[in-house]
């Protein structure tokens, strides 16, 4: 009967321990375990930028333990838990060594409780009573079978309660001592461990900074007993104060953060690629002035600095203050897309020069300038009839850049912004027409730093790296080494706007190449350049759209851009020079036109030139013509006047030479008594009928007439309607003339001063 009997009992056994085994699986894990810690946005060197609140509205941060300081945890299983790497969850000896302190003593001072058992009391809080204890054993029995010993640590460390929704030793050391776990003195790690075991009554603040020093010196007290600090130690720890209040978690990133985040929303820590000190910095120079832009009524703004060596974003400022009661304020102003005005000039330029269609030394024509009902204009309202286009570019005239982008073709500029990855770009060319040289495309200053970053080195824009595991990017061509290196040396001629005296004080080349832009209507304000390593980008404006007369690119963007400069410890020096690309070489140009030497061009100077892309037009000004002496007129050989000499001449078109402020050598213009000869390298052919009927039923204003002429190849004419200047197009090419009623002349004249006119008649029937 008792072999039957102990069969029994040993049957029951197995299956108590076996449904006990299996219930560890089957019996759900504490619901707690799987609530999301609080996001963070780490710095490069991986500290902590910015904190997010939990989904349980909780600062909990994640408890990985191999990021904290070892003498915490050691002194953490001294204080809690001696056999933690021993026990499964549950020490059966410190239990019977609890129950015999608690008999001998007549109370309970001692609870045995291991590590795990305190998270089973995190995760599930109960009374305390006895069915509770052996509940969280067995709670502690499932954790460490299913979560391990690292896990166990790691979520007791994650949940350790530190007042009010403060979790975890990670923040908590951020909220007490203002720096991370990894690094801890003993005083430190005696708080920490002393809160959790009553929060409530000695968390730092005014009431419980008594509690708080009472409890942490008997922990160091013990710590010393246990030989984890010496004497001189205990005594240095016991004089240092204890926190009085709890620090606001970091929160550096208010709108970099939120846009980080956006990207990685299910990742728990962001590590970004952002520089504390450069953010530091950035933010300083922004809010410096803060307050008096408001007053102009410049409410928004934002910075991007870029290290373009690593193509890594190091500080991203959204705007000033992120609680401020106005529109936009809590945007980041870094990424909405604004009008580029004339910070894609010098792309347009680079563009023109990789065709050979252009040269930053051609001296062009800065006219008044008409393509069909667009008429553009500069900034000043005025013109300078001849330019040199790198001047053009430091001065951010229009004309002549709309000029250049009608030879180079809208489709082909558009269609590189698209393939850069500009995002918010209309993939239709004819959307922006020509006004796209003007800067009415969309653009982002992440955006527009990126390409500014891969003008700064080899023309290649490469994706901007925000994440620290972003991979390095060989990027798409925007202009080749060689076009890039012609526009840093143009960018680079003119000071900071607010003290264009610097250069000449210190007798310093300055090492910045940089542009301006000032959207039309004056809503946006741009201002983006680079030194030897960063490229820093600035926006000014109001999200909300609304105007300022202050928002101009060059007195209110450019000094924060040369500020930002400075403050990242940026000093104009020739240490570093600009090396040409191996792809330049030397050439002669006309020195006055910066074309290719013609026949009539006696004086040339030399450039360096892209050797795949010179630009090969020649000089368009000089002919070898012959003069005769006394008089401004030059003549062609076939009409020359007895005695008249051959000589090289400068000939303009009247309008240049009414426009033109240059100081310029004597202009001859071309004799009136050749004019056989100029009608037959000159002559309009539309209109071909002196009388036109306009068509019934349609509105005159609707009506256009295609004005062309036949002239020698590539001529740039100039069109007169009855002494006013209509516009300007190159040879064969059409301009569009809306006709009124009446008898009308027609002139033309190309840039020798050649001319011719036509007569004709509009009729509405």
């Not at 060594?97 to 995760?123: E, K, P, Y």
């Not at 933010?283 to 193509?311: P, Y």
């Not at 790198?390 to 009608?406: G, H, M, W």
């Amino acid at each position: 009967m008792k072999r039957p009997k102990l069969r029994l009992f040993l049957a029951l056994c197995s299956v108590v321990t076996l449904t006990l085994i299996s219930s560890f699986w089957w019996v759900p894990l504490p619901e707690r375990l799987v609530h999301a810690d609080s996001q963070t946005v780490l710095w490069s060197d991986r500290s902590l930028a910015h904190t997010f609140l939990s989904p349980d509205e909780r600062w909990r941060l994640a408890g990985d333990p191999s990021r904290l300081d070892p003498a915490y945890l050691q002194a953490l299983f001294f204080i809690e838990d001696e056999r933690f790497e021993s026990h499964f969850g549950v020490d059966p000896i410190a239990i019977v060594r609890a129950a015999m302190t608690n008999w001998s003593r007549g109370r309970i001072v001692s609870g045995a409780s291991t590590l795990t058992m305190q998270l089973a009391r995190l995760l599930e809080p109960r009374p305390r009573r006895l069915s509770s204890k052996i509940v969280e054993a067995w709670r502690a029995l499932q954790l460490h079978l299913r979560l391990g010993r690292q896990g166990v640590l790691a979520n007791y460390l994650r949940f350790l309660p530190f007042g009010g929704n403060l979790e975890g030793v990670h923040g908590a050391s951020y909220a007490y001592f203002n720096h991370s776990a990894a690094t801890l003195d003993a005083a430190e790690i005696a708080t920490l461990l002393a809160v959790p075991q009553r929060p409530g009554a000695r968390a730092p603040s005014l009431n419980n900074g008594t509690r708080l020093r009472s409890a942490r010196d008997t922990i160091l007290r013990r710590m010393r007993q246990g030989e984890l600090i010496d004497q001189s130690k205990l005594e240095e720890s016991l004089a240092e104060p204890v926190p009085e209040l709890r620090r606001a978690m970091p929160r550096s990133l208010p709108h970099a953060a939120r846009w980080l985040r956006a990207q990685r929303p299910f990742k728990t820590e962001i590590h970004s690629t952002l520089d504390a000190s450069a953010q530091r910095l950035a933010q300083e120079v922004f809010d410096r002035n803060a307050s008096e832009r408001a007053k102009l009524d410049i409410q928004n703004g934002a910075i991007v600095v870029v290290d373009h060596q690593t193509q890594q974003i190091k500080a991203l400022i959204g705007g000033a203050d992120f609680f401020a009661d106005h529109d936009g304020a809590q945007i980041p102003a870094f990424d909405r897309p604004r009008h580029a005005a004339s910070t894609l000039k010098p792309i347009l330029l680079g563009l023109a020069i990789d065709e050979g269609i252009a040269s930053p030394e051609h001296l062009v024509q800065d006219l008044p300038t008409h393509y069909g009902s667009y008429r553009p204009q500069n900034f000043s309202g005025t013109f300078q009839g001849l330019v040199r286009l790198d001047e053009a570019l430091t001065q951010s005239l229009n004309v002549p850049f709309v000029r250049l982008l009608s030879r180079l073709g809208i489709e082909q500029f558009i269609g590189l912004l698209r393939n850069l990855g500009l995002q918010h770009v209309n993939p239709k060319p004819e959307f922006y027409g020509l006004a796209a040289a003007l800067g009415t495309v969309p653009i982002t200053l992440v955006e527009l730093a990126e390409m500014y970053a891969g003008l700064a080195g080899d023309g290649r824009v490469r994706t901007l790296r925000r994440f620290a595991d972003d991979p390095a990017s060989d990027g798409i061509k925007m202009v080749t080494a060689e076009a890039a290196w012609r526009l840093r040396q143009v960018l680079k001629t003119r000071d900071r706007p607010d003290f264009p005296i610097r250069a000449r004080l210190y007798g310093m080349a300055p090492q910045i190449h940089w542009k301006t832009g000032t959207s039309f209507g004056f809503r946006d304000a741009w201002s983006v350049g680079s030194d030897e390593q960063y490229t820093v980008a600035v926006w000014l404006g109001n999200l909300n759209r609304n105007a300022s007369r202050y928002l101009v690119g060059a007195p209110i963007a450019g000094p924060l851009l040369f500020d930002a400069f400075d403050a990242l410890g940026h000093q104009d020096s020739d240490r570093l020079e600009d090396q040409a690309p191996a792809g330049m070489m030397k050439t002669q140009v006309c020195a006055f036109s910066g074309f290719l030497p013609g026949a009539g061009c006696d004086e040339t100077q030399t450039i360096d030139a892209p050797r795949q892309s010179i630009a090969i037009a020649e000089c368009p000004y000089h002919r070898k013509l012959y003069v005769a002496e006394g008089r401004q007129e030059a003549f062609p050989r076939a009409c020359a006047p007895k005695g008249a000499v051959e000589k090289s001449v400068l000939i303009l078109p009247s309008q240049t030479r009414a426009f033109t402020h240059l100081m310029l050598p004597q202009v001859y213009t071309l004799s009136a008594d050749c004019q056989t000869r100029q009608r037959s390298r000159l002559r309009v052919v539309s209109p071909s009928q002196k009388t036109l009927i306009l068509i019934p039923g349609m509105d005159t204003k609707e009506q256009e007439i295609a004005l062309q002429a036949e002239a020698e190849e590539g001529a740039e004419l100039s069109w007169f309607i009855n002494g006013k200047f209509l516009g300007s197009k190159t040879a064969n090419e059409p301009l569009w003339w809306q006709p009124s009623l009446g008898e009308h002349t027609i002139v033309v004249s190309d840039s020798t001063g050649r001319s011719t006119r036509k007569t004709v008649t509009v009729r509405a029937h």
